[in-house]
Structures are given as C-alpha cells and as structure tokens.
C-alpha cells in the first residue's frame, strides 16, 4: 500500500526567504501523481501544485516548485519569497483510488 | 470558483440530533465523492468512499449505522451523523474529483459542533 511521510510536523520562515517542505512516500507504481495542498486556518483544502512521475521536469507555480526524485521518492515543496498568506498547514498527498496524504507540516511566516 | 459546494458550514445542535451535510460538485459529474473527518492540528482521515448508486465503501473503525452515506446523483452526495453525540464534533469535509490520479477538489467543511 502507498504510504506518504512528512518529516516536519513544524516548521518556520522569515517573509520573504525561502523554505522547503519535505515529503517521501513508498509505491510500487512506476507511473503516477503526487499533490501539494495548502489548508489556511480557513481549513479551505487547496491544491497548490501536482507532479506526474513519468515527467523528469519539476513542476513549478509561481512562487511554489517541487524538488521530485523519484528514485529516492522524495517530493519537496519549495516556497520562494515567503508571504505571510503562506502561513499553513501543507499536506503532501499520492492519488490512489482515493487520496493518501501526509500527516501534515504547520508552517509559519515570521514578519 | 468553487467546483464542489459543501453545505451547511457550521452546526451547533443538541445531542441526539441527527445532522445531514451536503456536498455538491459544481461543474462535473462525480461518481464518486469522498468524506473526511479532521480532528485539530491532525491530518485528513478519510471516513467514506461515496459510490454513485451504490453502497457507501467506510474505512475500517468507521460506524456506517452512524454515518450515513447517500449519493443519489452524479452531483449530489449526503452525509448524515445520525443520533450526534458530543464526541462525533469535528470538522467534516468532502472531495469530488474528474477521476482517478487527477486532484480532489474540496467543498469548504463542516464544522459540527454537538452540545
């Protein structure tokens, strides 16, 4: 069964730096997707950036990039310039018949 | 805009009281619809997998004689906490999606609150 890890329960970051987000996740698939999504203290669940694993390509949107490597099924997510509207909790999430996700990383931007 | 509507957002009732939620898709059929809980500072647990004219497939420790599942439509599926009790407060939230390995789209939750 797929199983999806987030390492980071918290983590914290000036506005304006960077910061990584990391995930790992175990599947015997070869071909298949990966999600991001963000939950504001609204608890809206948003979709922040998707990856197929059969593009070597890193998929990019705007300020938000993954760092995908499949063979050591590793998939960061990479904040650029910080705002403070990044503040969340960030679920790293594999499509299944259903979706498996991560427990979860609190992220914080420090004025 | 939103493609799956979740209503109502927010319930306050007494205990002994069964609650229905709604969880619509917008602007695509949905054969299937899933149904989370999310307790605070705690991931996503997915309660329900909603079938489309057909019975509701619940993940293991999850009572279907109290969560009642009903997806009478492509676009509509309902989830009933029947007879609520205190501990059945949390936050419940649904997702529709256009198939499989494409994303979830997410109604806005639930926030059931059983005095």
């Known amino acids: 069964a797929q199983t999806v890890t987030q390492s980071q329960p918290e983590m914290s970051v000036q506005e304006a730096e960077t910061v990584t987000l990391s995930c790992t996740y175990d599947?015997?698939?070869?071909?298949?997707?990966l999600f991001w999504y963000k939950q504001p203290p609204s608890r809206q669940m948003i979709l922040v950036i998707r990856?197929?694993?059969?593009?070597?390509q890193n998929a990019t949107e705007n300020r938000f990039s993954v760092n995908f490597q499949k063979a050591a099924k590793s998939f960061s997510l990479k904040i650029s310039d910080s705002q403070l509207g990044d503040a969340a909790m960030y679920f790293c999430?594999?499509?299944?018949?259903?979706?498996?996700f991560g427990k979860g990383t609190k992220l914080t931007v420090n004025p | 805009g939103a493609v799956v509507s979740q209503h109502p957002s927010r319930v306050i009732c007494k205990s002994g009281t069964s609650v229905k939620i709604e969880c619509r898709s917008l602007d695509f059929q949905a054969t299937t619809m899933f149904w989370y809980r999310q307790f605070p500072k705690q991931s996503l647990m997915l309660m329900a997998t909603s079938n489309e004219g057909s019975k509701a497939t619940y993940e293991q420790g999850v009572e279907k004689d109290k969560f009642l599942i009903n997806h009478a439509s492509l676009t509509l599926s309902t989830l009933t906490v029947t007879s609520a009790h205190p501990e059945d407060s949390s936050f419940y939230i649904c997702?529709?999606?256009?198939?499989?390995?494409?994303?979830?789209?997410f109604g806005d939750g639930t926030r059931l609150s059983i005095l």
């Open positions: 990856q197929e694993a059969y593009k070597q």
């Open positions: 999430a594999y499509p299944t018949e259903k979706l498996v």
């Open positions: 997702s529709a999606g256009r198939g499989s390995n494409q994303p979830q789209h």
């Open positions: 599947t015997s698939e070869s071909d298949y997707y």
